[in-house]
């Protein structure tokens, strides 16, 4: 199977992008990180770097260089920035939410290179949905402490309910300040799609979203 591609980033003839899948093989040569669920970003401006970053995103101005996020059920996330021509790969399950590893990614992708969020596109991978993710009181209180689930949890019984991470997603893209018409969703279940990795469906892999900057664009 091949990447799939989100039609917006597609439309940047600048980049290449796409969001693996269990049949996918990884990119050659990709930046990987040693996810951890943290808030941490990490910014790629030197390729002799021998070790993998403790860090769940990333951004880079480089060319060529491919930015590769591993996920299951945890939402990778891809985004542009054209007017500095910057990309980023965001690794976002619950605990990185609760963290606000995406609007940490923005603000550093602000404030490091010196340009807004309304210029910024952010497309949302494929993760596990809202109907396949229970989750208990632990997951909802770091969430609601972080910035609020608004609607994204159902309560089912007990101390247990259904989580939307994808629309936890979507609120804190928007709270970061990138307009609503600059996101796009790929929106498959990794649980309830086939051909997923799904740690919920009792996989043990990973599959590979990635994002480069072409340089024939930068001439």
């Not at 990987?32 to 390729?47: A, E, K």
């Not at 340009?115 to 989750?135: D, L, M």
Request: glycine content about 8%.
């Amino acid at each position: 199977m091949s990447y799939i591609k989100d039609k917006r980033l597609e439309a940047f003839s600048s980049i290449e992008h796409g969001f693996g899948n269990a049949e996918t093989a990884w990119p050659d040569n990709g930046i990987l990180l040693q996810q951890r669920h943290t808030n941490n970003v990490v910014v790629i401006d030197d390729l002799s770097m021998n070790y993998l970053p403790v860090a769940d995103a990333m951004l880079t101005a480089l060319p060529e260089v491919i930015l590769g996020i591993k996920t299951a059920d945890c939402l990778p996330l891809l985004l542009y920035n054209p007017e500095v021509k910057v990309i980023g790969a965001i690794h976002a399950g619950w605990r990185g939410l609760a963290n606000k590893i995406i609007m940490n990614t923005i603000d550093k992708l602000c404030t490091f290179y010196n340009t807004k969020p309304e210029f910024t596109y952010i497309a949302v991978g494929p993760g596990i949905c809202g109907n396949c993710y229970e989750v208990g009181t632990e997951v909802i209180n770091s969430i609601n402490n972080a910035t609020g689930t608004k609607g994204a949890f159902r309560k089912t019984s007990g101390d247990k309910g259904m989580l939307d991470t994808r629309l936890i997603a979507v609120m804190q893209i928007e709270a970061a300040g990138v307009p609503a018409s600059h996101l796009s969703q790929v929106n498959l279940c990794t649980r309830c799609s086939p051909g997923f990795h799904s740690h919920r469906a009792g996989s043990t892999g990973r599959q590979v979203s990635y994002i480069k900057i072409l340089s024939r664009c930068l001439l």
